[in-house]
Every structure is written in C-alpha cells, then in structure tokens.
C-alpha cells in the first residue's frame, strides 16, 4: 500500500496509525506478497471463512508486521545511535520510553511485542548508567591523578 497524500489516506477504509504507517513504508510492504502468504490466503477462501474474517486476518498480520518493524527500527536506534538520547533534544528519550510504555501495556499486542518493548526500555537506561559510571570513572581518575 502506497499513501501519496493525506487526502488519500482519509479516504481509505482502515485507519493506520502513525507507527503502522511508517513501519509499512519502511518494510516494503507493497513490493508484492510471499509465495506462503498466497497459499495461506488460497486456503482460507476455499475453507469457507467469512470476507471479514479473513479481512481481519490480513489487519492482523499487517498490525503485527507493522509494530515489529517499528520496535526493529527502535531497537537499532537505541544500540546503535544511542548518543541522540544523551543530547535529550525535545525529551526525546522520555518520549520514546512513554511510547515503549504503551506498548508494553496494550491488551492487543503479543507477548512477544511487550517483552521486545521492555528489552529496549532497558537498553535504554542500561546505556545511561554505563555513560554516568564512565563519566564518575573519569571525575575519580581526574581527581586521584592530581594528587
């Protein structure tokens, strides 16, 4: 699926959210299906289920795709760029626990996706004792080389 305008995306009948909506522009999602989503999808038609029912299947598989790719890209952020939380432009690292914080208590959501959330909340403050026990490391050396 391919939003050109915001105009379209009123428009469409399922509302993403912002986070479905990034996590589906940066995974890909319209570069066609795989060939076990088809037989996955052949089956359900000739089973009998229900046009809902299989509409809320694909949701489903688009909602999970969506918050992975959006904890994914967190999860990089956060080992591999961590210093952008150090300078704490706009509370951005508060912001990003908030949000990792309503992921983990989403009814909704996985286990699998709360557990994903609490490891890159985590991170997060594992990082900023090791850069503050560096940082009192530095002050101790500081100290015992002047004497």
């Known amino acids: 699926m391919v939003v050109s305008s915001c105009r379209e995306l009123d428009n469409n009948r399922s509302a ?39 509409n809320g299947d694909k949701e489903f598989v688009i909602r999970r795709a969506a918050t992975n790719r ?11 760029h961590s210093q952008d939380f150090d300078l704490n432009t706009c509370g951005l690292k508060m912001r990003v626990i908030s949000f990792l914080e309503e992921v983990m208590h989403d009814p909704e959501l996985l286990t699998q996706e709360r557990k994903a959330a609490a490891n890159i909340i985590r991170s997060i403050f594992c990082y900023h004792r090791l850069m503050a026990h560096r940082q009192s490391f530095k002050t101790h050396q500081g100290f015992f080389s002047s004497l």
């Open 16 to 54: 993403l959210s912002a986070a479905s909506a990034f996590a589906i522009a940066t995974a890909g999602a319209n570069e066609g299906t795989p060939t076990k989503e088809k037989y996955r999808r052949m089956s359900l038609a000739s089973t009998g289920f229900p046009t809902d029912q299989r």
């Open 70 to 80: 959006v904890l994914n890209v967190l999860r990089h952020w956060v080992s591999k």
